[in-house]
């Protein structure tokens, strides 16, 4: 089953930073568009950044300016640098890959992001 696989998540203060990664033994992010999600207890999944197969990238409005995705195709892995961490930023973290072609998504099972006063 191809899975994609988080680590870098923790505790860390407000006004911390941390950096998320994933990757996958199983895929080839070279020819997906990739994704960080975050769920936070008791809401919905949201986006959190995305970037394409060609480096373009998005962001939700709450997290610009303090959090930013790369991707090192070489290293088969897709970042999250996140600054400026704020309470509202604790969650569960999930990197999604999407394939150009044909659209196949996967999941990894998240990191965990807890922001303490």
């Known amino acids: 089953q191809v899975q994609l696989v988080e680590s870098g998540g923790g505790l860390v203060q407000t006004g911390g930073s941390l950096r998320l990664s994933c990757t996958s033994s199983?895929?080839?992010?070279?020819?997906?568009?990739m994704a960080w999600y975050r769920q936070a207890p008791g809401k919905q999944r949201e986006l959190v950044a995305s970037?394409?197969?060609?480096?373009?990238?998005n962001y939700a409005d709450s997290v610009k300016g303090r959090f930013t995705i790369s991707r090192d195709n070489a290293k088969n892995t897709v970042y999250l640098q996140m600054n400026s961490l704020k309470l509202e930023d604790t969650a569960l973290y999930s990197c999604?890959?999407?394939?150009?072609?044909?659209?196949?998504?996967?999941w990894g099972r998240g990191t965990g992001v807890v922001v303490s006063s």
């Open positions: 199983r895929i080839t992010f070279s020819g997906y568009n």
């Open positions: 999604n890959g999407r394939a150009v072609i044909t659209g196949a998504s996967y």
């Open positions: 970037i394409t197969s060609g480096g373009s990238t």
